[in-house]
Nanobody, 122 residues
């Protein structure tokens, strides 16, 4: 059974940092583009960041310069380092994997995690 399991969410103050992890199991994701998407209360799910199989990275405008996505293929894991967090970053963060980076950016994915909640207080 293929699974993506997120961890690292929590409650932090504005300006703080937090690192999310997503561990894959059931298959090797080393060649799969992987990404993070988020959904705030009452809003649609939105693309946050993605990383290609070769390491190329892509970010939404709202997080570029503050968030960094990385991957460790040996551990089948992708990370999201979040710095200078703002209250508007509050959301459930989902890990996703898809054969297409474009699909990830369009909020479509072959595989989804169940999400981890990040709450940023002002």
């Amino acid at each position: 059974q293929v699974q993506l399991v997120e961890s690292g969410g929590g409650l932090v103050q504005a300006g703080s940092s937090l690192t999310l992890s997503c561990a894959g199991s059931g298959r090797t994701f080393s060649t799969y583009p992987m990404g993070w998407l988020r959904q705030a209360p009452g809003k649609e799910r939105e693309f946050v960041a993605a990383i290609g199989g070769s390491g190329g990275t892509y970010y939404s405008g709202s997080v570029k310069g503050r968030f960094t996505i990385s991957r460790d293929n040996a551990k089948n894991t992708v990370y999201l380092q979040m710095n200078s967090l703002k209250p508007e970053d509050t959301a459930v963060y989902y890990c996703a994997a898809d054969q297409s980076l474009v699909d990830l950016q369009r909020r479509r994915a072959d595989y989804w995690g169940k999400g981890t909640l990040v709450t940023v207080s002002s």
